[in-house]
């Protein structure tokens, strides 16, 4: 069982629906990112979290520490949120950090 | 742009061969890594320097050397790689707030390094 569990492995939507992204955790953290990998392979970090929830646009990322649980919200989706969507988190008192294996969404119009 | 820039973008190479990939970052961040992206695998992590020192090693394969002469640059040198470390390589950049405390930085990513060995 890997460390952090993301769920849906994949996610289609049609544009303006809202859409929620959940990541799961059997570590304790010091904090939790969440990325976005378009096609071509860069990646963009979105939101760092360790407590509470962030929001940024359209997207909103919350995180239950109790619970080892985040989720992230895109409201009104749009094609160009067609991205894989990574949740890492960062182990407690290191540097490593551990990832998802990542969320493909697609939007379609 | 993400002021993480990486070179080469694509690098095909023979198992003998040596390369090196270049990582340089414009934030004025004093932490840099490396990871690696196999197809339908999690992200790795291979390597941390934090203030130029290595301080995470994940048991990466001595055919990876990492370099990091100073705070904006890092290389990874390549020698006798295998077909099964064609992947993406990608580097990142963050601030740490303190020496000696763990990395809460955000991340800053390149674009990565696509490479394929033949």
């Known amino acids: 069982k890997n460390e952090v569990e993301q769920s849906p492995q994949n996610l289609t939507a049609q544009e303006g629906e809202f859409i929620t992204i959940n990541c799961s955790y059997s570590?304790?953290?010091?904090?939790l990112h969440w990325l976005q990998q378009h096609p071509g392979g860069g990646i963009v970090s979105l939101f760092m979290?360790?407590?509470g929830k962030k929001k940024h646009g359209r997207l909103i990322a919350t995180i239950n520490i109790q619970e080892k649980h985040s989720s992230l919200h895109i409201t009104a989706s749009h094609p160009r949120d067609s991205a894989v969507y990574i949740c890492?988190?960062?182990?407690?008192?290191?540097?490593?950090?551990?990832f998802g294996t990542g969320t493909r969404l697609q939007v379609f119009p | 742009e993400t002021g993480v820039t990486q070179t080469p973008r694509h690098l095909v190479m023979g198992m003998t061969n040596k390369k090196s990939l270049k990582c340089e970052q414009h934030?004025?961040?004093?932490?840099m890594y490396w990871y690696k992206q196999s197809a339908k695998k999690p992200l790795e992590l291979m390597f941390v320097?934090?203030?130029?020192?290595?301080?995470e090693n994940n048991s990466v394969p001595s055919r990876f050397s990492p370099e990091c002469p100073n705070s904006s640059h890092l290389f990874l040198h390549l020698h006798t790689l295998q077909p099964e470390d064609s992947a993406l390589y990608l580097c990142?950049?963050?601030?740490?707030?303190?020496?000696?405390?763990?990395?809460?930085?955000?991340?800053?990513f390149g674009e990565g390094s696509r490479l394929t060995v033949l």
């Open positions: 990142a950049s963050s601030q740490q707030a303190l020496v000696g405390l763990a990395n809460t930085g955000e991340l800053f």
């Open positions: 570590v304790g953290i010091s904090a």
């Open positions: 979290l360790s407590s």
């Open positions: 320097y934090n203030f130029k020192e290595q301080t």
């Open positions: 890492a988190v960062r182990l407690m008192y290191t540097d490593k950090l551990i």
């Open positions: 934030l004025g961040h004093n932490a």
